[in-house]
């Protein structure tokens, strides 16, 4: 078992060695809130190519099996679960992109 040990120097003036840094914090939450969307955006974008790829493997399954009923009713559910997603996917999107803008309006102005 490791343990740490933490030294703290007692002749360190605390006062002169902290710096903040230069920028407004303002910039540093417009920063934050930015990448934050920005992934939460990459979520909306990731289930967007989820729900085309599932229309897409569904649409194949239907036509592919033409004859075997059980095959097609997996490829309807296929192509309505893709459907839902995609429409989540950008319903998703359109939220980010208003919360960005109404971010970006408060920051800036």
Not at 51 to 72: A, Q, W, Y
Not at 81 to 98: A, M, N, S
Request: glycine letters at 10%.
């Amino acid at each position: 078992m490791c343990t740490q040990v933490y030294y703290i120097n007692p002749n360190i003036n605390l006062d002169k060695e902290i710096v903040l840094g230069e920028t407004d914090p303002r910039a540093t939450v417009a920063r934050i809130i930015n990448f934050s969307l920005g992934l939460i955006g990459l979520l909306g974008l990731l289930l967007i190519i989820d729900g085309i790829v599932l229309n897409i493997i569904g649409f194949i399954k239907i036509r592919k099996n033409k004859d075997n009923k059980v095959e097609i009713e997996k490829g309807k559910k296929m192509n309505k679960r893709g459907k839902k997603l995609f429409i989540i996917g950008v319903v998703f999107l359109v939220i980010i992109l208003t919360f960005w803008g109404m971010t970006k309006y408060a920051l800036c102005c």
